[in-house]
């Protein structure tokens, strides 16, 4: 199994900046892809940015030119690094890896991370 833990969210005034971190451990044997999605109360979930293996990135119309996805050295650890914070950026937000794992080496998973919550005050 694999186990996708988040960090680093909170509240913060409009203009500010946060950067979320996201841990996966367990049984990996490799992760093709990486995103961070987001909820709003009474949303629907929204993917806001996915970084790929060979690093490519894209994200989401209202969060291009503000926020960045990246990951760190050890490639099971992604990062959202979010700029320019508005109000309507408020959410929860998860953790998502496309997985290959030692009890499921036939094709790649979906795991989801527990969530953190980002406020953003005006």
């Known amino acids: 199994q694999v186990q996708l833990v988040e960090s680093g969210g909170g509240l913060v005034q409009a203009g500010g900046s946060l950067r979320l971190s996201c841990a996966a451990s367990?049984?990996?044997?490799?992760?093709?892809?990486m995103h961070w999605y987001r909820q709003a109360p009474g949303e629907q979930r929204e993917l806001v940015a996915t970084i790929t293996g060979g690093g490519n990135t894209n994200y989401v119309e209202s969060v291009k030119g503000r926020f960045t996805i990246s990951r760190g050295n050890a490639k099971n650890t992604v990062y959202l690094q979010m700029n320019s914070l508005k109000p309507e950026d408020t959410a929860v937000y998860y953790c998502?890896?496309?997985?290959?794992?030692?009890?499921?080496?036939?094709?790649?998973?979906?795991?989801w991370g527990q969530g953190t919550q980002v406020t953003v005050s005006s």
């Open positions: 367990g049984s990996i044997i490799s992760i093709r892809v």
């Open positions: 998502n890896a496309e997985a290959l794992t030692a009890s499921n080496r036939g094709s790649y998973h979906d795991y």
